[in-house]
């Protein structure tokens, strides 16, 4: 589902992601190792569409990104994708309903998913264990409980792709394994895809794909 | 979608926001309460007299004889000899005549010698009359009329006795007591700074003083109001025609009247004249009004730029979920419109509360005319436009940041 080839991307003639080729099939889970600054950031703005590579083709369920326009990629993005960051991923003004719910503000496909929004919203929050008023501010809450709600926002109106950049490492390890284990069965609930980077590999344990991504990027920085 | 979004991030950053609204508010009652006050100002200046067809008096520059007989300042003018002033005032085409004398003062304020006919005569703003708050026109020859600042200033009341100086020494008639008879209303021309008396008695008092020395006739103030003085001299006359078709003509007759050098002045065109002097000081102060908006509008880009960085997570985050370029680009430019707009409804209600309470003498309008409409749109075409420089600023940070911010 997910096909990328012979893709380069340079910035400033230096050459920062250099994929000769990586597959990842529907349903996978994709652990991604790597160190800060060895490209990952930047392979998952090529992976979301922000990015565009130099040279070299990225598909994803069919589709090949460069052909799309801007515009459409931004629908794309909002139709297929999920994501969680390591922090700050939630509008500190919005409360804990609007910040999930903006997620199929841009998405008539995610919309089309949730029956009920709050119903939808509450049984996500409850699968996710968390149990905060759906009133309370972004800003009030935990770091924990912020990262829950933005796997709640990634996973609202069963998006394909699940993507998680080192969604763990503001969190305690004890919050850490229950915070995986939660998102796995999320995900699997939903069938989506995930793909997870961290540089965290005790982390990986559970994932069926494993991949170093040094491997993967030839690009020697 | 964007304006829920704007309110939300608004309502969070409330103090700052509001003081960008005040800062434009503060420049909107600038802009427009310096414009509209400098516009009522003009045309109730142009008006300062109206309905009087000349102004005569012995002087070859129109603005001093202006200044000199109305507005109560300058140099002083040659006089005008009494015997030619009742000659003109014959005339056929003269309907009135009304004499001036100036020169004297009292404790400060300009003494204007003239008769009855004045305030019958006189008018203001198209056609007002002065009118009395206390008392009325001359009716004894020790009568004195005060304009209102006068009579607040100096604290003097309805029957009051008062003694005049002579000239603007400090020589005073100490044994001629004058009685206010009568005190004016506010009219926001210089009437309201001035004292009038009838022009026999100012001429009577004057007897006692030749060379600057007092000399005591030894005539009792009784028997010198029954004295028939008729002055000898004035410094200038106002004139209604019959017809103000003949104007030209009546003033080429007194600007070659073959007594004296004598010219006659047209108010309306002179205090055009006089207006265009001070109008750079107009234009100053709508420069400086200008300069409080430029400096309102970086209030608004600094507040926004401060916030900017705050921002590059909320762009990245709204990015990831689909967000366009374009939407970003909206978010900041519909933040920075709100400012303007807020500021510009704001100012104009602060302006009209304060036009309301500052009770001014002249007609201030609540409402902004066309003008100042299409003032205030340019202002928000400003503010808007200003408002793509963070916007820009945003959209490459959206391009370069992507999804993950490393701040």
């Known amino acids: 589902m997910i096909n990328i080839s012979a893709c380069q991307f340079k910035y400033d003639k230096e050459i920062i992601i250099d994929i000769n080729s990586l597959k990842i099939k529907e349903g996978e889970h994709l652990f991604l190792h790597g160190k800060s600054g060895s490209g990952k950031s930047t392979f998952l703005n090529l992976l979301c569409g922000i990015l ?13 990104l460069g052909s799309l326009s801007n515009s459409v990629k931004d629908r794309f993005r909002a139709d297929n994708y999920g994501t969680i960051f390591q922090q700050f991923n939630l509008l500190p003004y919005l409360n804990v309903e609007e910040n999930i719910s903006l997620a199929c503000k841009f998405s008539e496909v995610k919309t089309s998913h949730v029956k009920n929004m709050k119903e939808e919203i509450e049984s996500l929050l409850d699968a996710l ?80 794909t494993v991949y170093d991504f040094s491997d993967i990027n030839k690009t020697q920085i | 979608m964007i304006f829920n979004l704007t309110y939300k991030s608004i309502l969070n950053r409330k103090t700052a926001f509001l003081l960008s609204v005040f800062s434009v508010a503060i420049s909107v ?53 009494y015997s030619s002033y009742e000659e003109i005032s014959k005339f056929d085409e003269i309907e009135w005549s009304v004499p001036i004398s100036v020169g004297d003062s009292f404790k400060g304020f300009d003494v204007v010698s003239t008769n009855a006919d004045f305030f019958i005569h006189y008018q203001y703003s198209s ?10 026109n001359f009716n004894d020859f020790y009568d004195v009329i005060l304009g209102v600042h006068v009579a607040k200033k100096l604290g003097l009341k309805l029957g009051d006795k008062v003694h005049l100086s002579h000239g ?19 009219s926001a021309t210089p009437n309201d700074d001035l004292v009038f008396m009838q022009l026999k008695a100012g001429e009577a008092i004057h007897m006692e003083w030749q060379s600057g020395y007092f000399v005591d006739m030894q005539i009792s103030s009784e028997e010198l109001s029954h004295m028939n003085i008729q002055p000898k001299q004035i410094s200038g006359m106002l004139l209604g025609l019959k017809n103000s078709m003949q104007i030209l003509e009546v003033e080429d007759k007194i600007n070659h009247y073959r007594g004296e050098n004598l010219k006659a002045v047209i108010p309306a065109k002179a205090l055009t004249k006089l207006y265009k002097l001070m109008s750079s000081f107009q234009d100053v102060l ?84 066309f003008y100042e409409i299409v003032m205030l749109v340019v202002m928000m075409a400003i503010a808007v436009l200003a408002s793509v420089i963070p916007a820009i600023k ?6 370069q940041d992507g999804l993950m911010v490393k701040v």
């Not at chain 1, 565009?52 to 090949?64: N, W």
């Not at chain 2, 003009?42 to 102004?55: A, G, P, Q, R, V």
């Not at chain 2, 945003?394 to 391009?399: A, K, N, P």
């Open chain 2, 127 to 136: 056609g007002k009359l002065l009118e009395f708050e206390e008392g009325d």
């Open chain 1, 52 to 64: 565009e590579p130099t040279t070299g083709e990225i598909e994803i369920l069919g589709t090949k």
């Open chain 2, 29 to 81: 009652v600038l802009l427009l309460g310096i414009e509209r006050i400098v516009k009522t100002g003009k045309s109730h200046f142009l008006n300062t007299i109206s309905e009087t067809d000349m102004i005569v008096g012995s002087s070859n520059g129109s603005i001093e004889i202006l200044l000199n007989l109305i507005f109560h300042i300058g140099d002083g003018l040659n006089e005008v000899e």
């Open chain 2, 394 to 399: 945003s959209y490459r940070y959206s391009l």
């Open chain 2, 168 to 186: 603007n020494s400090q020589h005073v008639h100490k044994n001629r007591a004058f009685k206010v008879g009568g005190i004016l209303k506010k």
């Open chain 2, 286 to 369: 709508m420069f400086i009004s200008g300069m409080v908006f430029v400096g309102a509008i970086f209030t608004m880009l600094s507040s926004m730029f401060s916030t900017l960085n705050e921002k590059r997570r909320e762009i990245a985050i709204l990015r990831s979920l689909g967000a366009s370029v374009k939407l970003i680009f909206s978010l900041f430019a519909m933040e920075s419109f709100l400012i303007v707009l807020g500021g510009i409804v704001f100012g104009n209600i602060l302006l009209s509360v304060f036009v309301f309470y500052a009770n001014f003498s002249l007609h201030v309008s609540y409402l902004p005319d």
């Open chain 1, 129 to 208: 264990e968390l149990s905060v008023d759906l009133s309370t501010p972004a800003m009030n809450l935990s770091v924990g409980e912020q990262q829950r709600v933005a796997v709640a926002r990634a996973l609202i109106g069963k998006p394909k792709i699940i993507i998680a950049d080192e969604p763990t490492s503001a969190l305690d390890s004890d919050t850490k394994e229950s915070f995986m284990k939660l998102l796995f069965k999320q995900v699997e609930s939903q069938n989506s895809t995930l793909i997870f980077v961290s540089h965290d590999k005790s982390l990986s344990s559970n994932f069926n």
